[in-house]
C-alpha cells in the first residue's frame, strides 16, 4: 500500500530496527517503548485492522502469534510473563492502519489496561 507508514518500513524504505524478519512477517523495535522489550509485530501484506481479517488470513494470523511468542521466550520473557496486544480502530488506540501486534515485556502490567 503506497501511503501505509508500515508497508515503507517492511519494505525496507523507513528505516526500523529489525528483530526478525521473512517472507511473510517483519518484526522491529518500537519507536516509543513502552517496556523494556516493545516490538511490533506485523504481516509483510498489507491488512489495516482486525476487522479487516478473512477466513484465509487463519494460519497467517496463527503464525503471527507463534511467532511473537518465539521471540517472547527467546528475550527470556516466558516465565515472567509478557503482554501481545492488537489495538483495532481509534477507540482501542489504534493509530497506524497496519495491523500489528505489540509484544510488550520487561515489567508488571497491570489489569484491566487504561
Ligand atoms: P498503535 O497505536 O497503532 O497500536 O501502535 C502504533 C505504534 O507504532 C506505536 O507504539 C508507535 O510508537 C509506533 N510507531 C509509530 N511510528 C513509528 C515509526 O516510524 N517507527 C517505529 N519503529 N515505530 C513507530
Ligand atoms: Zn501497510
Not at 508497508?7 to 524478519?21: D, H, L, N, R, T
Not at 516509543?32 to 498489507?46: D, F, G, S
Amino acid at each position: 500500500m503506497a501511503n501505509c507508514l508500515f508497508c515503507k518500513i517492511a519494505s525496507g524504505e523507513i528505516p526500523s530496527k529489525q528483530v526478525y524478519s521473512d517472507d511473510r512477517f517483519y518484526v522491529f523495535e518500537d519507536i516509543n517503548p513502552q517496556a523494556p522489550t516493545h516490538v511490533l509485530v506485523i504481516p509483510r501484506r498489507h491488512i489495516a485492522t482486525l476487522n479487516d481479517l478473512t477466513p484465509e488470513d487463519g494460519p497467517l494470523m496463527g503464525d503471527l502469534i507463534l511467532l511473537a511468542s518465539r521471540i517472547a521466550k527467546e528475550r527470556g520473557l516466558g516465565e515472567r510473563g509478557y503482554r501481545l496486544n492488537v489495538n483495532c480502530m481509534e477507540g482501542a488506540g489504534q493509530t497506524v492502519f497496519h495491523l500489528h501486534a505489540h509484544l510488550l515485556g520487561g515489567r508488571a502490567f497491570s489489569w484491566p489496561p487504561g
